[in-house]
């Protein structure tokens, strides 16, 4: 369990996966990808962790994952095998709303 | 948070795309990602503070943006028209720095103190050993400081940071949103904020930057033509010059244009309605920020463009004129003199909330307050389905007689005469009143209406303490590059004239 702080940057221990913190909630979140814990970047997770076959959708570099209470979100900085989930509930890509073009 | 995420994205996302382009010279954003590692190794060596670019748009610029970022290191873009002791005392307070310049410009530059000067060129094929492939992950740390224009004073530099710039990014852009064939032509000089946005916003969403260092219509017109451009931005005069371009065309034979934005000052009602009919299926967006708010805050977007130009409902129609509504990821509101919340269509001083609002100046204290909202100086009101309207800068309302007048308001008016071309209004000062309202008009050739019929033209459509009392003619107002009116210039000329 971590709290997450807005602009902290997190890595994936059993996949490539680089995510961004964009929105947090005021708890405690058991955030993982590939079913293991993730690390922050700069951080060596442990030796050994494997992915785990339940949890390889994989990510997309630029999407935004979010969780059903849209509490949490993430921004995927480098994609990965491994797919993101909070307290065991796998986080969904948020639809894209564009704003026009302004400069 | 740092800017070089967003370029290490695009670079391993679309690395092979082209990221910029310059006349013959390209970069692609895998190259523009090395080009700014070897010249952020460069800087970190040479042991300079700062890296400032003095220099019209060229492949530089966005090397130069992320390899400050990259080196931890303020980026300064500073105005290329600036020389001597102007110069000098901006250099004197960015110093030590590394400045990137016109190479005519390198030897004078070197023989002041602190300044490592560097040609255009030489920085942009910057090479030797591999970057470290890190950077610093302070979200606190200084971007850009951006001298402003200064148009009421002394120029002083904003401070953005790089959580600010980014959140501006990551709240108005969609990662890779744009297509292949996508380009921006990119006019507005790199010391504007508009340009340093259009850099990172473009980057981010994957399109093609093609610059146009010195903005004139008809290179713009040429090369957004040659180069299939899909978006622009243009500040209101590069529109005005455009369309006078275009001359009597009936279109403007733009078919690639699908995007126009526009910002950076008020843009006249006859030159938005002139160009959405030379241009009737582009997409106009009209973009309202400010330096200190990292640009964008505020859109008024293509639909609402295309309602407010068809509709006969008057409150529809007047929204053409409105600078829109804030982004989702910004509040705005507005304040009285008294720091209290006014309701719609009050008028009073725009305060604005967000990520992405610095409101920070290099050397003095943060007009941010505690509950994190930013006094812009610009007034204005919100209607009541949130339509922002500009009224121009606090500082520049004329008190007469205890009435506060908004100059913005009594142009319009002025501006709706057929024989007026442009008009600045400013308050000189007066024995009775305190202040009296003055203006300079500029007419259109081959109309010559009296000093009283424009004054009774005012008088019938404003209260009459908003007439006028003088009215000067002259042959052109004073701008400055961006297109800002220089009131302090008005004024001072109607000083000089009794």
């Not at chain 2, 895998?30 to 700014?36: D, G, P």
């Not at chain 2, 790089?162 to 501006?168: D, E, F, G, R």
């Not at chain 2, 509101?333 to 909330?353: F, M, N, Q, T």
């Not at chain 2, 024989?419 to 009143?433: F, T």
């Amino acid at each position: 369990m971590t709290q997450l702080k807005a602009g902290a940057r997190l890595r994936s221990a059993v996949c490539t996966t680089e995510v961004m913190v964009i929105l947090a909630p005021q708890v405690e979140v058991d955030l993982t990808c590939g079913g293991a814990a993730v690390h922050s970047l700069g951080s060596d997770p442990p030796d050994g962790l494997e992915i785990s076959a339940d949890a390889k959708d994989g990510t997309q570099i630029g999407k935004r994952y979010v969780n059903e209470a849209g509490d949490l979100e993430l921004l995927c900085t480098k994609p990965g095998e491994g797919s993101l989930a909070a307290a065991g509930a796998a986080l969904v890509v948020k639809g894209a709303k564009p704003l026009p073009s302004s400069d | 948070m740092n800017l070089m995420m967003l370029l290490e994205m695009a670079s391993s996302g679309m690395g092979e795309r082209v990221a910029v382009q310059n006349e013959g010279q390209a970069l692609s954003y895998a190259e523009l990602f090395r080009a700014a590692g070897h010249a952020a190794e460069r800087l970190k060596a040479s042991g300079s503070q700062r890296l400032a670019v003095l220099d019209v748009s060229s492949l530089a610029i966005p090397i130069g943006v992320f390899a400050s970022a990259y080196a931890g290191v303020p980026f300064v873009p500073l105005n290329y028209r600036l020389t001597g002791a102007e110069l000098e005392r901006l250099l004197a307070e960015i110093s030590p720095a590394m400045v990137v310049t016109d190479p005519e410009r390198v030897e004078a530059l070197n023989a002041l103190a602190g300044i490592d000067a560097v040609s255009r060129d030489e920085f942009i094929a910057t090479s030797g050993p591999d970057p470290s492939g890190e950077w610093p992950m302070d979200p606190d740390e200084i971007a850009v400081l951006l001298y402003t224009s200064g148009t009421t004073g002394a120029p002083k530099a904003a401070i953005l940071r790089h959580k600010h710039l980014v959140s501006y990014i990551l709240g108005s852009v969609e990662f890779m949103s744009a297509g292949e064939e996508d380009a921006g032509l990119l006019a507005v000089p790199p010391y504007h904020i508009a340009g340093i946005a259009a850099i990172a916003s473009s980057i981010y969403s994957g399109r093609r930057i093609v610059q146009l260092p010195n903005f004139s219509a008809e290179r713009w017109l040429e090369l957004a033509r040659s180069e299939r451009i899909t978006n622009a931005f243009v500040v209101p005069t590069m529109l005005a010059r455009i369309i006078d371009a275009l001359g009597e065309r009936e279109t403007a034979d733009l078919p690639h244009l699908r995007a126009l934005s526009y910002g950076g000052g008020k843009m006249p009602l006859t030159v938005i309605e002139r160009a959405m009919k030379l241009l009737p299926t582009t997409d106009f967006t009209n973009a309202y920020g400010l330096t200190e708010t990292s640009s964008t805050i505020s859109l008024l977007g293509p639909e609402e463009h295309r309602e407010a130009a068809s509709s006969n409902d008057s409150v529809a129609r007047r929204r053409l004129v409105s600078v829109g509504r804030a982004l989702p990821s910004v509040e705005v509101e507005i304040r009285g003199a008294d720091g209290s919340r006014l309701g719609p269509d009050e008028r009073g001083e725009i305060y604005v909330r967000g990520e992405q609002v610095s409101g920070e100046y290099l050397g003095r204290d943060s007009s941010v307050g505690a509950d994190g909202w930013f006094p812009t100086r610009d007034g204005g009101s919100l209607d009541a389905d949130g339509y922002l309207f500009l009224e121009g800068r606090i500082d520049d309302v004329i008190v007469r007689g205890g009435e506060n007048l908004s100059p913005g308001e009594i142009e319009d008016v002025l501006l709706e005469h057929s024989a007026v071309a442009d008009a600045a209004v400013v308050g000189v000062p007066d024995e009775q009143w305190g202040e009296a309202v003055a203006a300079a008009v500029v007419l259109r050739s081959g109309h010559t209406p009296t000093e009283t019929e424009l004054k009774q033209w005012v008088k019938d459509r404003l209260r009459s303490s908003r007439t006028p009392e003088r009215i000067e003619f002259e042959s052109e107002l004073p701008y400055n590059e961006t297109g800002k009116l220089l009131r302090r210039v008005v004024r001072a000329r109607l000083l000089e004239t009794p």
